[in-house]
């Protein structure tokens, strides 16, 4: 009986501990998101405000930041702020 309830209790901690990770995860990502909107809203908005590139794979938007297409300024945001942005924009209705 005891080991039975020590398998059971063990058991209980690790889904409880998977589930903190996807959870942390799932914040992670909204922060991420929000940082992308309030960066795009920003950056970005006074000439792609009417959602054209809302959809856009973030792959594209990213080689977009970095390239710099027509009179954008290349690398206008890097790394991490880039990525954020791309995921937005990726994401956005």
Do not use: Q
Request: with cysteine.
């Amino acid at each position: 009986m005891k080991k039975l309830m020590m398998v059971m209790g063990v058991s209980a901690m690790l889904l409880a501990a998977c589930g903190g990770e996807e959870a942390a995860e799932e914040t992670e990502a909204t922060v991420n998101l929000t940082e992308g909107e309030e960066l795009f809203e920003e950056n970005c908005l006074s000439c792609h405000g009417d959602g054209e590139l809302y959809g856009m794979p973030s792959d594209d938007v990213l080689t977009g930041i970095e390239e710099g297409p027509g009179p954008m300024e290349p690398n206008m945001l890097e790394g991490e702020d880039a990525e954020n942005v791309a995921t937005y924009v990726e994401d956005a209705d």
